[in-house]
């Protein structure tokens, strides 16, 4: 699998995949984020706030989307539908992130994310991007 940093322009402490596990170009991507104590800094409750997990699937989707017919162009997340928190999310916890793109049409794409710890479903939600062009 490439490097991640040669498909998401993140950086630490931005960037939110610690490892891409599988990626069906344009269709669906999984990967995984360990969360350590520098995700949940901060947070009251001392859980991983849920923007966070939300941006790590967004992250994601730009694994499933990235390709030489998009490379001169910046995706945008632009919403977010149905999503839903089921369980906090912890320092130790091994986060499984997977993105099915569902529809794939021009400038416009849409995918469901899940994040799961174990089999465990902590959040999922209907996620919209635009993309636009850098040339």
Known sequence: MKDIRSILPHRFPFLL???IV???EG?????????????CEGSPDGAMPRGLILEA???MSGAAL????RSTGLGMLAGIDNGRFYH???SGDRL???IDITRNKGKIVKGRGTAAI????VCEADLLFAFQSMT
């Not at 269709?27 to 995700?39: E, M, N, Y």
């Not at 990235?66 to 017919?69: I, T």
């Not at 174990?118 to 479903?121: A, F, K, Y």
């Open 66 to 69: 990235h390709s030489e017919s």
């Open 22 to 24: 599988d990626v069906t």
């Open 17 to 19: 995949i610690d490892e």
């Open 57 to 59: 699937m967004a992250q």
């Open 118 to 121: 174990d089999s465990r479903i």
């Open 27 to 39: 269709a669906r991507a999984v990967g995984v984020k360990l969360i350590s104590q520098h995700d």
């Open 96 to 98: 499984s992130l997977t």
């Open 88 to 90: 906090d999310v912890f």
